[in-house]
């Protein structure tokens, strides 16, 4: 069946308890003669710590964010979209299997919305009943879901749980917030940044498109919002 | 239209000049005073490198043979199977982009050997004229090619390079070569590690299932050929 | 000054909040309709939990567990020890700079339990003492510490944050708890593991050497415990 | 002994057959309908390769040069300098162990040129020699090389062999051609970018600081060739 435009649902399940402390410590562990076990008794001011971490973030040593990591589950998103965000080697990913799942009932789809506006909705949906139609027909046979799943379309959704750390969302969503991202990954990443700066506000500037990080653009085809950089 | 029975192509088309004498010079190198590069130039025996390079690789030391990387090009493979192929985090891939690339004529698509074994390839070839002819019309209405791609199912087929280290490449082959994998990745990770055991005829042995290595296996689902090791 | 035997110091300052749920949802994800977050609002009994997550990592399937990090403080460790465990390339470190911070007083060293069974540990402490007065007066002299340090000894300690997730932790240890690993690595991954086990009892069976797991010893050198693997 | 100003010692000993051609391919795969073994076999012009190439390097798309490695042996280069070398993780290294490799005769150490300059290297020898007669010592009394080398200093030079692909080449020469970089890294890093040039000269625009890619300084203390980003 078709989904919503609540879509995708993403949830928050797991998330560092002290992320700016455990940042924090990182940052002064290299410069400093203290054991970090005493750093981290000691309590910093929050100011103090904040502070910190701008500076070591803005001239780009982004390894000290790799200590805290954040969990997502995340449900309604075509199985398109997460063929490219697999690709993102510093996730851990669980997704669920279409080689051991059999759909059962009509497989839930993404339809987006360039077919809403050409007027194509009706016989969108009408070829999604086609194909579930033959996929039942195909288990009915006897056919593994594995092998009957080479029918189901690239607008299939999946599930996955993600696990990421800090450095990596900051990277995915420096690149997958900009105008040119596939529409739905562009959706997902910007609700997993929603998620994470509603538990640490002071992380809201560098979850942004790269351009407002970079003060210019570099995509080959600009939004006109930044300067482009010459190449 | 529907492959032939050939598929997926496979080629090599970098490999190192000198693989054995690379993974050689590694091991030497740990263990020895002499500079890898007098190592180098002395050109060791050939048996001598592969008593060495034998017994480093059975006792595990695995980070030697990622000195040796190969590239292939890899067509006629269903983006079911190329889902689950680059979870492989440590192979870099180019892959033909469904976003940019417009489908012309009729798609490629993979016909699994079970919808022939169940009378259904008529039928199956039959929803994949419907979904062309769809997409077509998707495409004529304007909506751009990321989006007509909802479309197109898991058959459909892709291209990619793909380049790995040996290491990685034994890795895959012992996952990838046991009777449980997917069929089309099992073909094509034959494919690969064919095509380098023709090069480099000494890998043979490590470029088999895992059970053929461990002498046991830990399959949840077995098939027979070795006893399963009591978990 | 030389260091007590109570050394290397560690503290566990970041756990997730609930590491079993989180991997419990993560393989019932893969296998199952149900969105990951039903699953996780579900509550599954605790028995049913540990049940289904053994059965999953006793047939390897280890990319679960990734959704589980642990960040650990670490101080008291040498410079000969941490140069071999940044090479562990999954884990995120933060480490103290030579380069930076300049060593005021007297630096901290491991002294081997080698060098007193020999009796040469006076002598050992005195050239610590020699190192440390023509460190002290390099800097004196106007050389950056980052040269300076070109004098300090292996033996000096360092201090790192230290953060990774469940399969590397498992990784590492089965190869670090081997009697073959050094003295000091094997010492700090076994008080990483024992804090782990604190608060996860069930780890246990996984937070042991490699033999242990695969009932065979595939080491070069064995400790006679196990039975050595043909190879 | 004293290791000469020619130092460290680099060799390019393997490199890919075709790389402009196999970047090439990578590239064209993604936005080409046709095979990427028939765009291989095609042979496209060289000044049609390059302007492809440059245009997707430079708008940011490196994952197609990491198809790309290259196999280095490195020697007479610290063990302070390789500490931090081995933190790339995205390079291959097999290291010299200086667990297993007893240092015999005078062990090879670094001159920082600071201790030159002011007057020290006299005394910076004497050290060494006294520290080099104390490892003998304990390695008579049988003291294992492994706890004999507490004693060895960071300025002792180590061999490796160091494979890594392109796309990770640039991002080192990027950071470690900066002139905050330590000094020995700097000449390694940039010994290594031209070995690489002289194969492929075409590379020389990347192979560069950061700040000649970027033209901004993003580093806290700036050389001043470039204006700093205001952070």
Known sequence: MPVNSEFPIVHLVSEPVNPLKTIYIACRTCYSADYPFNIWEKDADKQAMLDLVGKVLKSGHHSTIEHCQYTFTISGISRACTHQLVRHRHVSF??????YVVEKGQFEYITPSTVKSVGLQGDYAELMDKINEFYDKMIQKG??????????PNA???SLVASLNLRELIHIANLRLCVNAQHEIRKLVGKMSALVIEKEPWLEEYLVPK??????CDEIKSCGRYQQKVL
């Open 94 to 99: 669980s997704q669920k299997s279409q080689r």
């Open 143 to 152: 056919i593994p879901a594995e092998d009957a799943r080479f029918v189901l």
């Open 211 to 216: 351009c407002d990080r970079n003060n210019y």
């Open 156 to 158: 299939a959704t999946s």
